[in-house]
């Protein structure tokens, strides 16, 4: 299959075995994975934050209720929000989630906001679970064209050192573990170069005390919510 949905199969994999009830995904683009994860049974609350509107918009339709929803109606209710706004601004509506999913989201952000990124997901959505997935500049010298990055908006592609180190330290910071792995296998003989797509997955070591999720939080809406939908 192809990278992108051996990344999203990752995750759904992940929400297979951890069963959380709030997922939220960040940089959702055109609501493929969130669509993908309407279909997980323990989901209840499914959140998607873009900081472009347009491309949320795109195919924002598949996420509602479709017919057999109505006819069948399940024991679960499901509600899937979409939210418009960036990464790098704390906004109440992202708190209480159990994972907090990022794909191929930190190389398209800019300095200033790669910096703010932590504090947001880590330090103020503190979700028991967080996966980040990047790529691997390693395994560049596979792929068959030779450009600077993969992607003409990419800010930067980083090496396994350059994300892990990265990553222990955001974790250190923040009391979580981090374990890497990745999707895309490169060829026998050529292993050293890791995975085509570099993956961390962050466990929040404590669990949160009510107090910590309450207070000292800012409770000003700065996300524009333009969907929402019940199942
Ligand atoms: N996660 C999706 C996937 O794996 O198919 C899409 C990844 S796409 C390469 C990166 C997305 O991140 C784009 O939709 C872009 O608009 C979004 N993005 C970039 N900067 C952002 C920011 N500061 N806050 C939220 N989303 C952002």
């Not at 997922?23 to 900081?51: N, R, T």
């Not at 418009?84 to 191929?104: N, Q, R, W, Y």
């Not at 990047?134 to 990419?154: A, G, I, K, W």
């Not at 990553?167 to 296998?185: I, M, Q």
Request: with cysteine; hydrophobic share 35%; glycine share 6%.
């Amino acid at each position: 299959p192809p990278l992108y949905k051996q990344r999203y199969q990752f995750v759904k994999d992940l929400v297979e075995k951890y069963k959380p009830k709030k997922v939220a995904d960040l940089g959702c683009a055109d609501c493929s994975l969130l669509w993908m994860l309407k279909f997980c049974s323990c989901i209840e609350v499914l959140a998607g934050l873009d900081i472009c509107a347009n491309v949320m918009k795109e195919r924002m339709h598949t996420l509602s209720p479709l017919p057999v929803d109505y006819l069948q109606p399940s024991e679960r209710s499901l509600t899937v929000t979409l939210h418009h706004g960036s990464v790098a601004h704390k906004d109440p509506c992202m708190l209480g989630f159990d994972l907090v999913t990022c794909i191929e989201l930190i190389e398209h952000l800019e300095e200033s906001e790669l910096k703010k990124f932590p504090e947001v997901v880590f330090g103020f959505m503190a979700p028991s679970i967080v996966v980040i997935s990047t790529p691997n500049s390693e395994f560049n010298c596979l792929l068959p064209q030779v450009m600077l990055y993969r992607h003409p908006d990419h800010k930067f592609e980083w090496s396994q050192a350059e994300f892990q180190s990265w990553a222990l330290e955001t974790a250190r910071c923040y009391d979580y573990s981090v374990e890497f792995t990745g999707v895309g296998h490169p060829p026998t003989g050529m292993e050293k170069v890791g995975f085509c797509t570099q993956i961390g997955v962050f466990f929040r070591k404590y669990p949160q005390t009510g107090e910590s999720v309450q207070s000292e939080k800012p409770m000003e809406a700065v996300y524009k919510t333009f969907y929402k939908g019940l199942k």
